[in-house]
């Protein structure tokens, strides 16, 4: 399997039979509808191939049958000609009308698979493929097998399937003539197999390019504001160009290619057609070949050679398309790093209330003195971690976070706080030792109650297109008007929904844009508050928000919070002031741990990060 996840140019040595696999699976469902396709091709090819011999019987017997003054002797066979064209026309458009019905359903099938397993692969992967290899892959390389399933397929199957009846009907008629002809191939399998090689590296040459080409431009227009902040236009346009520069190579060589290959088949078909009228002038001659067989087999050189042009043409396709099917499979093939059980252990059923979103601007009840009301006891036993092939992050640690207990993380940038709140998300599996909930391992859980469980907000705060109301929705599918609303008041949203013009029905644009970037991130707490998880991650989650927005959500998550485990991870000690302990982090090594006012007395790093933060205020 690939697990490579940066999915490199040169993609694994038996690609190829695994996207053939691949393709085995999509048609599988569809068999029937294939089988037809053939059925409808091979008549099409018959009668396509089989129009000629009428019009040599009309040559032959038909005209000195009308001269002698049986007129139907040439009308019949011309009406059988008249028939058989009529019919291979409805095979034509039944044919295109199935191969296009067919290689749509492949091609949701292909597309809904990449979209299912790409959303599936873990954060590992996206953090290191970039989004516009992805990109590529569900436009360009989608598109070039859609092409190919489409039109070029079918184009295909009549060629070979017409110039197999030829042969046969050459064959029948005058095998000697036949033989002449069959000679043509051995050269044109000779060209055909070498354009083959050719073609296919060119293809996956282009393939790779275009990729390249859309990376360029989908970064670029992901980071626009730092593109023209920073006035990175220029030094853009020339990546582009580069990039652009090896596409345009890559499509000559192809192009150079499949110029060659048509001009040599052709030329060998022009050789056959006049090595038939070489043999078949002295076999009229010498041994009384009739001139309407004759004719007939010129006509049928023309039709057995005529499809060859096509058949360049979609071969290149072919090509083509089987360099977008291998990228794809390459894809399909990477394994999600983070793998569900395939037999989940639940979780003990949560001591108190229930997800109820009791805590959402209801105001719980405080749980009896010495009972801790909810919440999941997190502990990490002997947890060591490093990013993949990189140094190690977190050495071995161990550390229990008890169920209702608030933690704040605090550390110098890259201590390894975002890693740890990471693994306790389960985005990543540590390198060594586990990770429990409520002594059940992380890696035992089902995704479902995993995500369900344990919550995070970061400082990214994505919206989806959609109002608000949808994008806290989100937290809780199935949640009223009035829980959502009250999620919205609880983390001091609902003032501002309420001056826009449609409320919880505005549209909040593209990714949140119409919101400021602490309105967005008001929108993701209420999100985590709907959904009222086990465990609620905060990292850097206040980091947008003004001074008076953040008292107001510090005041809204001391209700929040109440009743459930919280790791938060913030550079601003406002945070802290809430947390029931605090850990100091450096260099992957919890250095304190203790309540905040414990460690502020002993006059560690704690007491001197606190003072510093005091004096900035002042
Ligand atoms: N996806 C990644 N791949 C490889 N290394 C990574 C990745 N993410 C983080 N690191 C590395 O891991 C180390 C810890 O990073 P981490 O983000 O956990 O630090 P942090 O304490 O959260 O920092 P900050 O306060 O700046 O957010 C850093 O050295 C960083 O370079």
Redesign the pocket.
């Known amino acids: 399997m690939n697990r490579n996840p940066e999915e490199p140019d040169t993609l694994p040595e038996d690609i190829a039979a695994r996207a053939r696999r691949l393709l085995g699976e999509l048609v599988r469902p569809q068999l029937r509808g294939y089988a037809l396709l053939i059925g409808l091709l091979a008549a099409f090819g018959l009668g396509n191939a089989i129009g000629p011999v009428f019009i040599a019987r009309a040559l032959d017997e038909g005209i000195p049958g009308a001269v002698a003054g049986d007129t139907w002797a040439l009308m019949s066979p011309l009406l059988v000609f008249v028939l058989i064209t009529g019919l291979t026309g409805l095979f034509d458009f039944a044919s295109t009308r199935l191969t296009g019905t067919l290689a749509q359903r492949l091609m949701v099938a292909l597309r809904r698979r990449l979209f299912d397993h790409v959303q599936r692969l873990g954060i590992g992967y996206h ?1 290191k493929s970039t989004s516009g290899r992805l990109v590529a892959r569900q436009t360009s390389d989608m598109e070039n097998i859609q092409i190919f399933l489409s039109g070029s397929l079918q184009e295909m199957a009549i060629g070979l399937s017409t110039m197999g009846v030829i042969a046969v009907a050459l064959l029948v008629m005058d095998w000697r003539l036949a033989l002449v002809i069959f000679a043509g191939f051995v050269p044109l399998l000779w060209v055909s197999i070498a354009a083959n090689r050719a073609q296919r590296r060119n293809q996956r040459r282009t393939r790779t390019a275009i990729a390249r080409v859309i990376v360029q431009f989908v970064e670029t227009m992901g980071g626009i504001r730092a593109v023209q902040s920073f006035r990175r236009e220029r030094t853009n346009e020339r990546r582009l160009a580069a990039e652009d520069a090896k596409y345009r190579e890559a499509t000559a060589a192809s192009l150079r290619n499949v110029g060659w290959f048509a001009a040599s088949t052709r030329w060998i078909g022009n050789l056959s057609m006049a090595g038939v009228l070489f043999t078949g002038g002295w076999l009229v001659m010498g041994d009384g070949l009739q001139v309407g067989v004759l004719t007939a087999f010129l006509l049928y050189v023309r039709r057995f050679y005529g499809p060859l042009d096509e058949l360049v043409q979609a071969f290149t396709m072919y090509q083509s398309a089987q360099a977008a099917l291998e990228k794809v499979t390459a894809v399909l093939d990477a394994e999600p790093e983070v793998v569900e059980p395939s037999v989940p252990v639940r979780l003990p059923s949560r001591s108190g209330s229930g997800n109820g979103g009791a805590a959402l601007g209801a105001g719980a009840a405080p749980p009896p003195a010495g009972e801790v009301r909810a919440g999941r006891t997190v502990s990490f036993s002997g947890v060591s971690f490093s ?1 993949a092939g ?1 140094e190690t ?1 977190l050495p071995e640690f161990d550390l229990t976070i008890p169920a209702g207990q608030t933690v704040a993380l605090v ?1 110098q ?7 740890l709140v990471k693994l306790l998300a389960r985005f990543y599996d540590p390198t060594g030792g586990t990770i429990r909930l409520d002594g059940v391992c992380l890696r035992d859980l089902a995704d479902a109650q995993l995500r369900q469980s344990v919550v995070m907000v970061t400082q990214e705060s994505y919206l989806f297109g959609g109002s608000i109301g949808d994008n806290i929705r989100i937290g809780r599918p199935e949640a009223t008007d009035a829980q959502v609303r009250a999620a919205a008041e609880a983390v001091g949203l609902a003032p501002f929904v309420a001056r826009m013009p449609d409320g919880y029905d505005t549209d909040v644009k593209k990714r949140g844009g119409r919101l400021s970037s602490g309105q967005r991130q008001l929108v993701s707490f209420a999100r985590a508050f709907l959904a009222d998880p086990d465990v609620l991650v905060l990292d ?1 989650a206040t980091a947008h928000l003004d001074i008076p927005s953040e008292r107001q959500v510090q005041a809204a998550l001391a209700t929040v919070l109440e009743g459930r485990t919280a790791v938060i ?1 913030a ?1 601003r000690l406002s945070t802290v002031e809430i947390a029931d302990r605090v850990l100091v ?1 450096e260099h992957g090594e919890i250095v304190e741990d203790g309540a905040p006012g414990d460690l502020i007395t002993a006059g560690g790093r704690f007491a001197g990060l606190h003072a510093a933060w005091e004096e900035s205020r002042a």
């Open positions: 953090e990013y990189g992050v550390g940038t890259g201590a390894g706080k975002s890693t850097e991870i550079h982090m």
